[in-house]
């Protein structure tokens, strides 16, 4: 078979099994083989065709206990197996590699065919198409490009190629890329790690969303550029009126973000979303202890960062109660102490957000904006208001 037509054949092999429905799953592997005749697609195979074994056994449970003979006798029959669960493959080279590359070499030729494989890619990828790098040589040389390209690349480290002595790291790899839920817990997980991190960025962010969730959780609507934040601190936020200065509460001796940045190395090191399970007993709070803590804080603050009275009756003070789960759920509504002391030392306002969707007006004086004064000494929660099912 001339290189013209091996090119030819395999490509028309590879449409042959092209999703209907578009491509779940797209994997890339590194280039077709020197000998055409091993290529992935061609239904008749009979040696050095370790990716397809690999990858049959990895993907389907029949296939695992399946000998090689067995499983290449089947090979049309998983083929199409492969293409009904929406699972495709492309090369990122569409040559072979040069005999004895090296693996900078391999780079080099990888690097070069980028412009066409994105083209590839976006011919068979939607937005959601997952996309999984196979081999060290591909991760290291497609991976950002095709990140910046807006591809959803699944795997955060290189999936070893199952040749000879490398089939478990691979199985163990592609489960990691495969499982929806352990991306989910760590995509979450960066995302806490960069919001709870210490550069004054990151505080706006957070000051901003205490604010945006303790409105929503009173049941205002509103545009995104009614809170602004002013050049001069304090108030962190303003909203119609409201001169919002944004403290915080939680467990004493948390570092959040050394917390985040723990968990968020576990989670890249597991091989499922099952080895993050951790089994707690959730409690409750009583509004009454939530009080208690944000009223000693408050006279802490009028006796120092705050001394000025005409600041306190400028400013709406709003608490992000942030105890770790395991020592606060959720609040129970009851009792709640005098808040007398609060009104004495001149606040316009003391509100509390707790978690991102349950809220409490503590006080509101005369001069507080009628939205807070309107639902004063309501515990409320997002989800308890109309429209909010």
């Given at each position: ?86 699972y495709y493959l492309l090369d990122a080279s569409d040559a072979p590699m040069p005999a004895k590359a090296s ?181 409750n709070i009583a509004i009454g202890d939530v009080y208690l803590r944000i009223m000693d804080d408050t006279r ?90």
């Amino acid at each position: 078979m001339s290189s013209g037509n091996a090119v030819v054949s395999i490509e028309v092999a590879r449409k042959s099994y092209l999703p209907s429905g578009g491509v779940e799953v797209l994997f890339i592997a590194e280039a077709p083989p020197a000998d055409p005749r091993r290529f992935f697609y061609f239904e008749r195979v009979l040696a050095h065709d370790s990716l397809y074994l690999s990858l049959m056994r990895a993907l389907f449970e029949e296939a695992t206990d399946l000998d090689a003979v067995e499983l290449r006798h089947r090979k049309p029959e998983f083929l199409e197996r492969f293409k009904a669960s929406r699972y495709y493959l492309l090369d990122a080279s569409d040559a072979p590699m040069p005999a004895k590359a090296s693996p900078s070499k391999k780079r080099r030729v990888l690097t070069a065919a980028l412009p066409r494989l994105i083209e590839k890619v976006r011919e068979v990828a939607a937005d959601d198409t997952r996309i999984v790098l196979i081999s060290s040589t591909v991760h290291s040389a497609c991976c950002a490009s095709l990140t910046a390209a807006g591809f959803n690349v699944v795997n955060m480290e290189a999936i070893d190629f199952p040749s000879s002595g490398r089939q478990r790291e691979f199985f163990r790899k592609l489960g990691r890329a495969l499982d929806e839920e352990l991306h989910r817990i760590i995509r979450a997980l960066e995302a806490s790690v960069r919001f709870f991190a210490a550069d004054e960025n990151s505080k706006r962010v957070r000051e901003r969303y205490v604010v945006e969730h303790f409105l929503r959780s009173i049941g205002l609507t509103f545009e995104a550029d009614e809170i602004v934040r002013p050049d001069r601190d304090p108030p962190d936020a303003t909203f119609r009126g409201a001169a919002f200065e944004v403290k915080e509460v939680q467990r004493e001796g948390r570092r959040r973000h050394e917390e985040y940045k723990a968990k968020l190395a576990k989670a890249r090191a597991a091989s499922s979303a099952a080895e993050l399970l951790e089994h707690f007993s959730p409690e409750n709070i009583a509004i009454g202890d939530v009080y208690l803590r944000i009223m000693d804080d408050t006279r802490a603050l009028a006796a120092t960062r705050y001394r000025s009275v005409a600041t306190r009756r400028s400013l709406d003070l709003l608490y992000y109660f942030n105890l770790d789960m395991e020592t606060s759920w959720g609040i129970d509504d009851g009792a709640r102490p005098c808040i007398a002391p609060l009104i004495t030392e001149g606040w316009r306002s003391v509100s509390f957000l707790h978690g991102s969707r349950t809220a409490c007006v503590i006080a509101a004086g005369s001069t507080a904006p009628g939205f807070l004064t309107a639902v004063q000494g309501v515990l409320m929660d997002v989800s308890d208001l109309p429209d909010n099912e």
